[in-house]
């Protein structure tokens, strides 16, 4: 019902954009967030945009990840700039429906989630 794609791999301070389509019955007015996770690592919130278009950053990727969302079409996206070799992970998108914005952080308040795309940075 989520499927990511768009990873790769780039060198330090490329770009990449990440697509998550959603199936309409979880997209409607869901919350839609992005998390990775890196080898080794806990999953960890990247970033998530309710329906309203309200945002939110983890603080390692403000001011070089943008988080969008195409409501006609069931898309979000996330525009990543300035790529950084600590970004390589596995992203994935999730929706949630009925987070409030203090949880948009918090993968517990997800109810389902895509499989994940590759993002590699190379230094």
């Known amino acids: 019902q989520l499927q990511a794609s768009g990873g790769g791999l780039v060198q330090a301070g490329g770009s990449l954009r990440l697509s998550c389509a959603a199936s309409?019955?979880?997209?409607?007015?869901?919350?839609m967030g992005w998390f990775r996770q890196a080898p080794g690592k806990e999953r960890e919130f990247v970033a998530a945009?309710?329906?309203?278009?309200?945002?939110s950053y983890t603080d390692s990727v403000k001011g070089r990840f943008t988080i969008s969302r195409d409501n006609a079409n069931n898309m979000v996206y996330l525009q990543m700039n300035s790529l950084k070799p600590e970004d390589t992970a596995v992203y994935y998108c999730?929706?949630?429906?009925?987070?409030?914005?203090?949880?948009?952080?918090?993968?517990?308040?997800?109810?389902?989630w895509g499989q994940g795309t590759q993002v590699t940075v190379s230094s």
């Open positions: 945009i309710r329906y309203s278009g309200t945002t």
């Open positions: 999730a929706a949630g429906n009925g987070i409030i914005l203090s949880s948009m952080n918090r993968a517990g308040a997800y109810n389902y």
């Open positions: 309409g019955r979880i997209f409607g007015s869901w919350a």
